[in-house]
């Protein structure tokens, strides 16, 4: 008996040797050194991402193959860890990259582990968190590594719309390991700390001889302001990860689900008379679109997605009486809120997002149109443009569009106009619906007669006055039936919860096929 507890001990000490050495990853010295950089510790991210007591890790004690490179490398832990735990008491499966076991490099094992949480996700239907930190391929392990990514590449994808997958960026990531967040619904990145890159500096130096810094290449700004890569940033490790808690707030845990509701002490009839005082009927004066937004939704607050990026379109989540609904709308503070290419693909992303995770859209409309252009034309505005008409056609999601002022030509339709498949139009006694503004309507309906008229300027304004009367307005739209009604401003709020409570258990189907041809 006494020597049976010995046995015991013996092993229970092995466990809690192995498992303290696998805890450590790469040794104390790289881990301060991680610190000492401003990131935390893979684990010490875990802990901040997950609820207090909740985690449960897998292939603890994984081991990579020892080919001949490797042969003698100690990788505990083998750069990753992973499990399960919850956010919000809500089951996540979590992937920590350990950047202080060979930079947090890929392996064969180690894309082992990370695909068993995939699959473990996917089965239970829960969403997946990337905490990624690292170099890309483990460059010891030739194919193996790439077959590695292969494996969650292919992953990514198939699971893509089934359960929310999001990624936060907290190190510096290269190859593979910005592919694999490219792939899932949403990139968080820190500020100052964090990189994504295919090549490097020194590759492009060598390759084009730009001379670039890794900030100036693939820093949070870069990607939250120029490429669009990514979706929100933070201030350090903490605030990214604040920034995941609150997305996955937003989210269902899968496909079958809709998202979670929020008990508000917020009326769902509280009048919103401020919006008077916002939006005018001078249509040349614009006005701040994030403060209608304010004004409609819960405690007025808006989780704005890529707010950095193309923010001639406003995209992001908000709660209307406690439920969660995406918002696409113009921004007339920027480019007067005209579609570009980029405003297009940020907003087509995003309703598709919102229609994967049963997410209603309330579309806000006040556009004049396309952006004109040769840079836009030649750069494929047309490819692009249509993207926005496809996810919104696509969508089976309960759709409301608002018409506040503007609504003119294509932009009526890519943004999501009755015809589009809007479930409800809206407008308010300020809109205007039309193929163009007057002025330039005027200009090319009544050229001649302007041209031949002995007061051209007299003509051109009576033109434009009766070009004004006659579409710039809801009425002609909302007697057509493309406006369901003209609503009371400061009513807004409420009609826009109820209208969105009639709709909740909205269905609709599509003709069969494998899936649609989105024009990427
Ligand atoms: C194995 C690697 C590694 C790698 C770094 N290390 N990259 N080990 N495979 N890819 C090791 C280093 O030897 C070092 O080990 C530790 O990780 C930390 O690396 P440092 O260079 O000291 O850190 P730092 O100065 O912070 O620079 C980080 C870095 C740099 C910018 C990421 O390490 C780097 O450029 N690495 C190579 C990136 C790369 O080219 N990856 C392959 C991409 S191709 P010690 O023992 O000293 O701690 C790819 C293919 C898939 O991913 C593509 C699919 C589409």
Redesign the pocket.
Known sequence: MADTNVQLQELIAEMEARRAKVSLG?GAD?QKKQRD?GRMTARERIDALLDPGSFLEFSTFAEHGANRLMQGVEAPGEGVVTGRGTVGGRQVFVFSQD?????????KMNAQKVVKIMDLAAKTGCPVIGLND????????GVD??SG??EI?YRNAIYSGSVPQISAIL?????????SPALTDFVVMSRGTS?MF???P??IKSVTREEVT?DELGGADVHNKKSGVAHLEGEGDAEVIALVRELLSYLPQNAREKPPVTPTTDPADRATPELLDIVTTDQRRPYAMHDVISSLVDDGHFFEIQPLWARNIVVGFARMDGKVVGIVANNPKVMAGTLNIDASDKAARFIRTCDCYNIPILTLVDVTGFLPGVAQEHAGIIRHGAKMLYAYAEATVPKITLITRKSYGGAYLAMNSRDMGADVVYAWPTAAVAVMGAEGAANIVYRREIQSSPTPDATRAEKIAQYRETFDNPWVAAAKGYIDDVIPMEDTRRVLIQTFAMLEEKQESRPFKKHGNIPL
Do not use: D, K, M, W
Request: hydrophobic share 35%; proline share 2%.
């Open positions: 790469g790289r950089s950047f202080t076991v060979l930079g947090g490099s890929l392996g690292s170099a890309g391929a483990r460059i010891q392990e590594s790439l990514y292969g590449f190190g510096p990531c290269a190859g593979g390991a910005v592919y990189y295919i090549t490097g020194e590759v890794f």
